[in-house]
């Protein structure tokens, strides 16, 4: 559906890792959120009051029985565009800003 943003990682009792993946899709005014099962293909529907990383860790246990050393993590793509993109339009809002005062 989209990039993914950020990854819910659980373990089960075997050891076995199962992740469900929170994707952004930028195509959207405003972007839409979706979660995806990385295992099951399981995707819900977000219309629904429930935060978005409750109901990722509610699937991880219930579905997969992974309630164990539970992670999140952001996906190290978007961090690192996010560290580029913030300095630069900081940048640009400066130079415009100087421009705009002359």
């Known amino acids: 559906m989209g990039a993914p943003v950020r990854h819910y990682t659980a373990t089960t009792s ?24 990385t295992h099951c293909d399981w995707s819900p529907s977000l219309l629904t009051l429930k935060r978005i990383d409750d109901m990722a860790w509610e699937h991880l246990a219930s579905a997969h029985g992974a309630n164990r050393a539970a992670s999140q993590q952001e996906d190290e ?13 900081a940048v640009l ?3 415009l800003l100087v421009i705009a005062a002359n």
Do not use: H, M, W
């Open 77 to 89: 793509s978007f961090r690192k565009a996010r560290l580029i993109v913030l300095p630069l339009v």
């Open 14 to 37: 075997d050891g076995q890792v199962f992740t469900v993946n929170l994707e952004r899709d930028f195509r959207y005014d405003p972007y839409r959120d979706f979660l995806v099962c």
């Open 93 to 95: 809002l400066i130079v």
